[in-house]
């Protein structure tokens, strides 16, 4: 099971605050956190942390920075959702990201890395999708995987995306 923490205004960094002290004050909500999870039974659940592109949130914005964050908590129930929308905007290399940080991440979240629709046959970022889904089969990941993306219309497209990823993933 998790749970993800991804509000970029929830998480938003004064501007007086160092990295480094946000780090700090960050993986302590992180503990916080899970010591509530803890206490309501949720032992197995993993609290994750979704970066996101400086568009969306001034803090913690690459997995590097997800991982100093998980470094400071006290936990071994803190790990990284792998967005490839975000990660294609942010990381230097989001294929080296997902390498260094496969042991970390716990669920993957999929949309148009270009337009941040559903991912089709035809998306103008499927060659990235196509990656991705190589790069996953080649590390053999078996966590979850879901969509957050945009539809204009869920019915049809949801089934178009659920299509897509059972016919791409083994």
């Not at 160092?18 to 909500?29: D, L, N, P, W």
């Not at 496969?102 to 999929?110: A, D, E, N």
């Not at 060659?127 to 539809?151: G, P, R």
Request: glycine fraction near 4%.
């Amino acid at each position: 099971e998790i749970l993800v923490f991804g509000s970029g205004l929830a998480r938003n960094k004064p501007a007086d605050i160092s990295q480094t002290i946000g780090y700090k004050r960050f993986a302590e909500v992180i503990d916080l956190i899970i010591e509530i999870m803890n206490k309501n039974g949720l032992y197995d659940t993993n609290l994750l942390i979704e970066t996101l592109n400086k568009n969306e949130c001034n803090f913690i914005n690459t997995s590097d920075e997800a991982n100093k964050v998980i470094q400071y908590a006290e936990t071994d129930k803190a790990g990284i959702l792998f967005d490839i929308f975000h990660w294609y905007r942010e990381e230097d290399s989001w294929k080296d990201s997902f390498t260094k940080y496969q042991h970390l991440i716990k669920h993957i979240h999929i949309a148009d890395p270009i337009t941040r629709k559903n991912p089709t046959p035809d998306g103008p970022g499927m060659n990235i999708i196509n990656e991705m889904l190589d790069l996953l089969e080649d590390n053999n990941y078996q966590k979850s995987i879901s969509f957050e993306c945009v539809f204009d219309d869920i019915e049809v497209q949801m089934k178009e995306s659920l299509d897509f990823l059972k016919k791409n993933l083994n």
